[in-house]
Nanobody
Framework: EVQLVESGGGLVQAGGSLRLSCVAS????????MGWFRQAPGKERESVGS????????YYRNTLKGRITLSSDNAKNTLYLQMNSLKPEDTATYYC????????????????WGQGTPVTVSS
């Protein structure tokens, strides 16, 4: 059974930083792609960034480049999202996703999704 468990969300002041984690199980981590997505109240889900775990290639949402970094620890089956210079508009529930195809992850159609971790950025 595939499981994706996010953690690290919480309340942070604008300008602060957070690192989200997603621990994966039930699939061959090195052979998959994963991504982070977010959904703010009343808005559609949007991509934050994706990573091909086999070679570390990353894809970032253009508007977030420079403030976020995706990384992975393949030995720990864990995906990370480092977010810096947080803004109130970053407030959302953040989800990690996984699929065998990087294209599918980037497109937001991953087969597997976590339950999400909420992030609130206060002004």
């Amino acid at each position: 059974e595939v499981q994706l468990v996010e953690s690290g969300g919480g309340l942070v002041q604008a300008g602060g930083s957070l690192r989200l984690s997603c621990v994966a199980s039930g699939f061959s981590f090195d052979d998959y792609a994963m991504g982070w997505f977010r959904q703010a109240p009343g808005k559609e889900r949007e991509s934050v960034g994706s990573i091909n775990l086999s070679d570390g290639t990353t894809y970032y949402r253009n508007t977030l480049k420079g403030r976020i970094t995706l990384s992975s620890d393949n030995a720990k089956n864990t995906l990370y999202l480092q977010m810096n210079s947080l803004k109130p508009e970053d407030t959302a529930t953040y989800y990690c996703a996984a699929d065998s195809s990087i294209g599918t992850v980037v497109a937001g159609h991953s087969k597997y999704w976590g339950q999400g971790t909420p992030v609130t950025v206060s002004s």
